[in-house]
Every structure is written in structure tokens, then in C-alpha cells.
């Protein structure tokens, strides 16, 4: 039997999880295997860089479109389980679970928002116009899957952080910022505690520590907006210590008004909200892993012009 897509294989791993219990997420894929009847040779065959098994690679990602539309949980490393919306799913008596049964669910939606914002962002770096009637290169082809892994990744990146304590993301964006080289030539302290002040972190710039930036971080339910008073008071923690640059990081989001108000105050703030945050985690390397390295290759002109 061929090898079934990922999205062919959605409904069956749903229907394998309905029996409630934690499943190693590597132990699917054998379990899809025995369900579609492959052979020791389909189960074996390998994509053409020779990392993983095409069944392998076909369950990471059906599992991942079902977890961005919230069907199956993580809650550890390397087990899934299925949620209430995909025993729901399992009660419709449907015949296929795929990407467009998926566009019902908010949160895949939201999946889907974070995917296209990336391919217009990138259409437009490269003056490239988005026709879906034409025939993708294959540089196009895989930016369109580094878009699909991106907002995957983001996704998880923020549902991982929302998990945390308050003080270990406090810790997590000290190491963010580690990452993107502030306090290269100073020093990052977490000061956050009871009594802080409003203020969590402080960046010094440069070894005397005279050049200093202040860091707040809030970890918020995604519908927890953070509005203006909140801006406030960090402005006003700012000036307790007659500082002028700070940054407030949330994983959730920033009201207008609260925007606004930062544009429009006599200091230099910087708000990242989650979204920001899942993207420079993944830009600069935190919490992530380099997973697939794709290189196309050209003809050399100038090598056989010197022949």
C-alpha cells in the first residue's frame, strides 16, 4: 500500500488516542503502519535526506496541524494525548479529518493567520507577488514550508511559556535577551522578586553600568490584554530609578491604547508581545533546535568559463 499523506492520516491518529491515555509520539507512526498495512520496506523508506522515515515525517506533521487546531494535547515531552475537541471531532462520525476541516477551530485559525503574515512579509521583502494559479519554484516551495514550520513552532513556543511560573519567565526572557547579545559587553540581572519595584530586569550596556536598559515581563493569558495603566506604572517603576529605556515583554498582547501611550511618552519603550516573543525565540535560537538544513544548488557559470 502507498504511503499515506499526513493529512490522510489525521482522523486515524485521533481515533487511536480516543482511548484517553498518554501516547509516545514515536509509537504512532507504528501503529499507522500496522493500521494502513505497510510493508517492512514502506515502513522503512526514508525522505531523501536520509534523516527520518517518511512515516515518521508524515505523523510529525499531521500531529502538528492537529495540535495547532487544539484536537490532541503535549502536556510532556514526547507524549500526546486527545483533548475534549478531538473526542468532539470523533463524535461526528466524520469520514476525514484534513486542513480544511481544520479551518473551524479558532486556534488553527489563528495558526493559519501567523503563516500567511509571514508569507506576505516575505512576498514583500522579495517583491514577490502571491499567485496561487501558478506553478511554485522550488525556492518558493520551501519558504512555504519554513512558513508552515515557523507558525507551528511559534505556537508551541507560546503555549510552553504560558505553562511556566511567573519567575522562570522571568528567567526565559533573561536568557532571550542573552541570546540576542544585550549585555555582551556589561551584564543581564534577573532582579525580579517581591518588592521589585516593577521591574524584573536590568540590561547594563557596557562594564560600568552606566549605559542601562530595564526589562519587565509579564506572563498573561492570551486574552489578558495589557492596557495603558499597565504601561504606566512600568513608567513610573522607570523613573524610580531615573531611568529612560525599558522593555515590556508579555505573552499576550498590548491594548492601542497602550501603544499608543508608549509612542507618545518621554522615554524609549519597547513592547513585545507574544507573538514578537515566539518570533525571537525562534530568530535568535531560544528554546528551539535547528531540526532541517535545505541547500539548492546552481550551476556555476564561472567555473566553466575557466575550464
Known sequence: MTIPDFQT???PILKILRDGQPHKAGDLKNDLSAEFGLTEDERAEMLPSGRQTRIGNRTHWALTYLYQAGLVARP??????????????????IDRVDMNYLQAFPSYQEFRRRTKSKK???GADRGLAVDTESEPSPEELI???????TAAVEGEIRERVLALDPTTFERLVVRLLEAMGYGETGSIDHTGKSGDGGIDGMISQDPLGLDRVYMQAKRYARDNVVGRP???????????FQADRGVFITTSSFSKDAADYADAVNARLILIDGDRLASLMIQYGA???ADYVATLHRVDEDFFDTI
Open 120 to 122: 506576505n512579509a516575505v
Open 9 to 11: 492520516i489525521m482522523l
Open 230 to 240: 499597565a504601561i504606566q506604572g512600568f513608567v513610573g517603576a522607570l523613573h524610580g
Open 76 to 93: 510532556e515531552r514526547g507524549i500526546v494525548t486527545i483533548t475534549d475537541e478531538g473526542r468532539a471531532t470523533l463524535g461526528e462520525n
Open 143 to 149: 519558504q512555504q514550508a519554513v512558513d508552515e514550520n
Open 287 to 289: 528554546g528551539v533546535q
